[in-house]
Structure formats: structure tokens, C-alpha cells
T-cell receptor
């Protein structure tokens, strides 16, 4: 699996959009970008994933650059409950391995 | 639909004791996994099972054994617990993406 690089931490104001960057410059053509988050030592929660097109669901949007070497997770209106560690992972779809890095600790402030 | 369930939620063991962590999923997934997470760290894969009847080692398998009892259940056994195995253990199963259980918090004294 390709490695990913994320900033260790970031702050965000409540009600504003949070933009979380991720670099994955060695991503292969058949690898997807997945985002998970972990709130206070609970089990990681799936957020969104994509291959090359931008994706949106009820939780977030995922923007993948045209060369696929980086992506951005967007939380459109951050709330205090979005405070968590966010993990960017690249993985071949249906592969059984999911490698977690250190993630980005996002703190949403009132 | 309970998703992925894990038992117990908390456990304290003495060094050398053994125990089995239980995991079950009701989503008819083929793949299941065991991860551990040490304080302030990301998750590390211990063992995985791509399908019923198969198991393979992950990054940190030493000191653990697993059993894929059937399609629903995947257990993790510590034969002789050590303080270095103090951690939070997460089970997951995978369809289109992995779903994680709530975790088992294990302390070995």
C-alpha cells in the first residue's frame, strides 16, 4: 500500500469548513483513498472513499487531485462532535489490509 | 443489525494468564481483522482472515493466535499475556470498506 502524509494537527472554528489535506504521491492506479475518523478511542468510523472522481456523502466531501497524488477531506460545517483523529488511507479495493498512519488530530473550537 | 460486536469491553490480566477476545459480525462479510492500538499511536494489524477457514499474520502477530470459527466469528487468543500487550484491541470486518467494533481495553499487570 502507498504511504500517506498528513499534518499532525489542526484547529477549526465551529460552523466553518474544515479542510484536511493528505499526500499520497506513490499511489497506484488501482488504489482508492479512504478516510476514517476516531473519536476518543472509539472504533474508527468510515467517512468516505474515492478513486479519482470527487465524492460527497452526508458526512463529508473528498477532493482528489487530477494526478491523484493528494486529496482533501472537507467537513462542510464543523461541529464540536467532529473533534477526532482523522486518518487518510490508500488501499486496493477489497484488499484485506488497511494500514493506519498517525492521522491528523482535528480540534473544533467554539 | 448490530454490526461488529466485541467482548469483553474491559479486561485486566496478570502476566502469564491467558484469555480469548471474541468478535462477531452480522453483515455477512468474508474478511475479518484484529488490530491493536497503543496509546497515542495508530492501529496496527495483528491477524486477518480473508475468508472462512483462512488466517494470515499481519504486522504484529507475535504472542497471539486467532481462530476463524465460522463466517461470523473471529477470535483472538493471548496464550501467556505480557505487559507489552496492554492495548486497545479492535476487530473489524470488511465489505466494500472495513467496519470496526467498539474495542476491548486490555491491561496486563
Amino acid at each position: 500500500d502507498a504511504k500517506t502524509t498528513q499534518p499532525p494537527s489542526m484547529d477549526c472554528a465551529e460552523g466553518r469548513a474544515a479542510n484536511l489535506p493528505c499526500n499520497h504521491s506513490t499511489i497506484s492506479g488501482n488504489e482508492y483513498v479512504y478516510w476514517y475518523r476516531q473519536i476518543h478511542s472509539q472504533g474508527p468510523q468510515y467517512i468516505i472513499h474515492g478513486l479519482k472522481n470527487n465524492e460527497t456523502n452526508e458526512m463529508a466531501s473528498l477532493i482528489i487531485t487530477e494526478d491523484r497524488k493528494s486529496s482533501t477531506l472537507i467537513l462542510p460545517h464543523a461541529t464540536l462532535r467532529d473533534t477526532a483523529v482523522y486518518y487518510c488511507i490508500v488501499r486496493v479495493s477489497n484488499d484485506y489490509k488497511l494500514s493506519f498512519g498517525a492521522g491528523t488530530t482535528v480540534t473544533v473550537r467554539a | 443489525n448490530a454490526g461488529v460486536t466485541q467482548t469483553p469491553k474491559f479486561q485486566v490480566l496478570k502476566t502469564g494468564q491467558s484469555m480469548t477476545l471474541q468478535c462477531a459480525q452480522d453483515m455477512n462479510h468474508n474478511s475479518m481483522y484484529w488490530y491493536r492500538q497503543d496509546p497515542g499511536m495508530g492501529l496496527r494489524l495483528i491477524y486477518y482472515s480473508a475468508s472462512e477457514g483462512t488466517t494470515d499474520k499481519g504486522e504484529v502477530p507475535n504472542g497471539y493466535n486467532v481462530s476463524r470459527l465460522n463466517k461470523r466469528e473471529f477470535s483472538l487468543r493471548l496464550e501467556s499475556a505480557a505487559p507489552s500487550q496492554t492495548s486497545v484491541y479492535f476487530c473489524a470486518s470488511s465489505g466494500q470498506w472495513p467496519y470496526f467494533g467498539p474495542g476491548t481495553r486490555l491491561t496486563v499487570t
